[in-house]
């Protein structure tokens, strides 16, 4: 999760506007990540970027607040490069598995 808000530079118990959300899925999480939690995390005005990071396959999905709409962009190949437009940060799909069997 990354904030840039100033608020929570001091905070303890939680991040109460979050920028960018970054989950990573197992079996078991994926269909709550996706529905019931997205859901949620939709009614955060701050949040720009929800990003889901499969376990088990190479495969990033980021949805991107554009108006009062989330698009969706899909990285499926390691040979992509993943964009977070929230925080200007790029790298590599690869990058993001270094060092995970799959």
């Known amino acids: 999760m990354?904030?840039?808000?100033?608020h929570d530079r001091q905070a303890r118990d939680g991040?109460?506007?979050?920028?960018?959300?970054?989950?990573?899925?197992?079996?078991?999480t994926a269909g709550f990540d996706y529905g019931q939690k997205f859901r949620c995390y939709?009614?955060?005005?701050?949040?720009?970027?929800?990003?889901?990071?499969?376990?088990e396959n190479v495969s990033v999905d980021c949805y991107r607040?554009?108006?009062?709409?989330w698009q969706l962009t899909s990285y499926p190949e390691s040979g992509n490069t993943v964009h977070f437009v929230s925080i200007d940060f790029q790298c590599s799909l690869s990058l993001l598995y270094e060092n995970v069997g799959i």
């Open 2 to 6: 990354v904030s840039c808000d100033e």
């Open 15 to 28: 991040i109460r506007a979050p920028k960018l959300v970054v989950e990573v899925l197992s079996a078991s």
């Open 42 to 55: 939709r009614r955060l005005l701050t949040l720009q970027e929800y990003v889901l990071i499969d376990s």
């Open 65 to 69: 607040r554009s108006g009062h709409q």
